[in-house]
Structures are given as structure tokens and as C-alpha cells.
């Protein structure tokens, strides 16, 4: 029996890590997500593109720059306030809180910064700017469900960027 690869409708389980230009780690998850290929999953297009064929085991690395990852820095999502408006547990560097606007959308801001009275929160995505590799490599495969073909995601599973 030949071994599987990901083709479209399989579920495929990877592990990953994104490193930056330099090659320092800027996530690494040991755990497999999964998502099924050829669906509706949230892993980058050209990432899902290049996994394409492979087999239990391979690895690929695609490196994609700001455009095609996490976007360039938006500066309308930077906020700067008094500290003494903001909350005690928002006055610290990586404290995140979440706002919602008028149209019920949530976005989370992290706190970037707390300086001379002020506190400065950013909801850019923190790689937002950023040249980044995906060095994935692929821990199972299987045949997807109707349900996860439908769901575009394996039952229990998420995978979000």
C-alpha cells in the first residue's frame, strides 16, 4: 500500500515554526494542528500550495514576505492614552485587551508601551511588517470526512494565523 500524501480532502496534521529574517524562532507550535487540504483552513495559501504531495515526515520551508503574511503595520491601530485612564492591569508591556467598535467587531490590542504617563497599545498582528519563514513539517494524514470536507477543518481542530 503506497504511503498517503496531502492532496485535496485529506486532513493533514503539521507542526511549525516561523522564524524571522535573522532565523530567530518567532512561534513554534510541537503540538499538530490540523486543517484539510484543498478546504477553507486558514494556513497561508502558499504554505498549503507547497505541502502539496508530501508525505508523513516531509518538511518544506516557504518564506513569505509582509504582503503575503501578516500585512504591513496599519498606524491607525495604534492608540495612546493617559495612563490614568487605562485600567491598573493595562499598564504594563504585553498586557492585551480586547475593544469592540460600533459594528460589534473585536479587535485585541497589546499594550506596547508605557512611557511618561501614557500607555500605547497596538492592534497590528505582531508579525505585521515582518519577512517570515514557515518551516512546516507534516505529523499525519488521513482521509477527511464529509463533515470536515464541509467544515473545511477536522472535527476538534483549529488552525488560526
Known amino acids: 500500500m503506497a504511503e498517503p500524501r496531502v492532496t485535496k480532502h485529506k486532513v493533514v496534521h503539521i507542526t511549525y515554526q516561523i ?21 477553507r483552513s486558514n494556513l497561508f495559501p ?7 504531495g508530501c508525505a508523513v515526515g516531509d518538511t518544506v520551508d516557504v518564506t513569505l514576505p509582509p ?3 501578516f500585512g504591513y503595520p496599519d498606524p491607525n491601530l495604534t492608540f495612546t492614552d493617559a495612563v490614568d485612564n ?11 485587551a480586547m475593544f469592540q467598535n460600533e459594528r460589534g467587531e473585536t479587535i485585541t490590542m497589546t499594550v506596547v508601551g508605557v512611557k511618561d504617563g ?15 519563514t514557515f518551516h512546516v513539517t507534516v505529523a499525519n494524514i488521513r ?19
Open 19 to 39: 522564524t524571522d529574517r535573522s532565523g530567530s524562532v518567532l512561534e513554534r507550535i510541537d503540538l499538530p494542528v490540523g486543517y484539510v487540504h484543498g478546504g
Open 46 to 52: 502558499q504554505v498549503e500550495e507547497q505541502l502539496d
Open 67 to 69: 504582503q503575503d503574511a
Open 86 to 96: 487605562v485600567p491598573p492591569e493595562y499598564r504594563r508591556p504585553g498586557a492585551e
Open 118 to 132: 501614557k500607555v500605547t497599545l497596538d492592534g497590528n498582528h505582531p508579525l505585521a511588517g515582518k519577512t517570515i
Open 143 to 161: 482521509d477527511a470526512s464529509r463533515d470536515e470536507i464541509a467544515n473545511g477543518m477536522p472535527e476538534g481542530s483549529s488552525l488560526a494565523h
